[in-house]
């Protein structure tokens, strides 16, 4: 249960034909300058064994952005040390934005996208990943996710 970007919010579609620049699904590069990975801020639902995920990009530096890339498929991959990172997607439900929270990337085993986890402030989402949300936070995302206003 979750909803997901498919890009960077600085992605444009110009960047398509730079040569330095690229976009998969789990992985950016715009100019050669800045580095994305795609992760999950995973957010437990209460009362229930459930789990909310918005799924999400990271800007990473140059140095870990090619650490992740060398570690990408190989097994155990998920004993790396947390990439620090900035938030580099804005989830307009929130009142405050979310673009730049400072987040840590937890690599998980092959074929899982790493685990986003915020510092802990007192930005609503920061908030909701730590305190969970109920089904009714999860019906209200739905409804403003898949009938904007």
Known sequence: MGYSTLAPDVWEPRFENDPDSMLSSDQCVIRGQHFFIRGLIEIPV????????????????????????????????EAEKPYFGWLSTELALYTEST????????????????????????????VEQRTGITHDRVREIATAVLHPA
């Open 46 to 77: 209460i009362g229930s064994e459930d789990v909310f995920s918005w799924g999400v990009w990271v800007s990473l530096s140059k140095d870990n952005f090619a650490r992740a890339l060398k570690v990408w498929n190989t097994e155990g991959r």
């Open 99 to 126: 673009t730049d929270l400072k987040t840590n990337a937890h690599t998980r085993p092959v074929g899982a996208r790493p685990f986003i986890e915020l510092e802990p402030t007192d930005h609503p989402l920061a």
